[in-house]
């Protein structure tokens, strides 16, 4: 469901070497290349149980995990490591690097991820950044963070061996796929047009469209997100 096939759409076109605008008031893909991208996902949509576009990662690794699962294979899901656990759902998953159809490796990835921020209205800022520090710290990330259940971000972490046998490899497993990720746009207008433009994609992998009408749409979307009020 939105935003995700939006990310999808991203990071094909990605792999593909020609990578979405991110900064600019203009096309958000040549139209050669996100025909190409829709095409690909409207020809896998066909072969879907048509809940999947309803579904986020949580709700597929959900149907994944779950004993009798007939669910295989999430192709381009974003990781989510409680799942990767033993004990944690009837079926421990495994997390890998994406499959690519560009030939350069698994490059391209939309990166998704929540960060650690402070506000500037804390009545406590200056203990709020001593923990952000803190909590983002190597050590702390491989150690108490990661026990805890949480999902490190540092690379120290990533690269521990006790983190990524309690997690069947899945740090090292994927980590080529976050080098070489792609940063989705951020300017002002973006969060409008990603579920905007997701919705439209979603719409046009739904009722299997001509693809040049849907990425008109999504360029269309894109161009107006730069002029939306701020």
């Known amino acids: 469901r939105p935003p995700h ?67 295989a294979c999430a192709p381009l899901i974003y990781g989510y490591v409680p799942y990767a656990t033993a004990g944690f759902r009837p079926n421990r998953l495994f997390f890998c690097d994406m499959p690519t159809v560009g030939g350069n490796g698994p490059v391209g990835s939309a990166l998704g991820g929540t960060g650690i921020a402070v506000s500037a209205f804390s009545a406590a800022g200056e203990e709020a950044i001593d923990f952000a520090y803190w909590i983002a710290s190597g050590d702390v990330q491989r150690g108490l963070y990661a026990a805890a259940g949480g999902q490190p971000g540092h690379a120290a972490a990533w ?7 309690a ?40 009722g299997r469209q001509d693809a040049p009408r849907v ?5 269309r979307l894109f161009r107006q997100s730069f002029a939306a009020p701020r």
């Open 159 to 165: 690269e521990d061996e006790a983190v990524n046998v």
């Open 167 to 206: 997690t069947g490899d899945f740090y090292r497993g994927t980590r080529a796929t976050l080098e070489g990720a792609w940063v989705r746009p951020r300017h002002d207008g973006y969060m409008a047009f990603q579920q905007a433009a997701s919705d439209r994609l979603n719409e046009g992998l739904a």
């Open 215 to 219: 990425v008109a749409d999504i360029n």
């Open 5 to 71: 096939s939006l990310m999808c759409f991203f990071t094909l076109a990605a792999d593909l070497g020609r990578p979405c605008a991110v900064e600019s008031p203009s096309d958000l893909i040549d139209p050669d290349t996100g025909e190409t991208v829709f095409e690909m996902l409207r020809e896998i949509a066909a072969l879907l149980d048509p809940e999947c576009l309803t579904m986020d990662p949580i709700a597929v690794f959900e149907k994944m995990a779950e004993a009798g699962s007939r669910i």
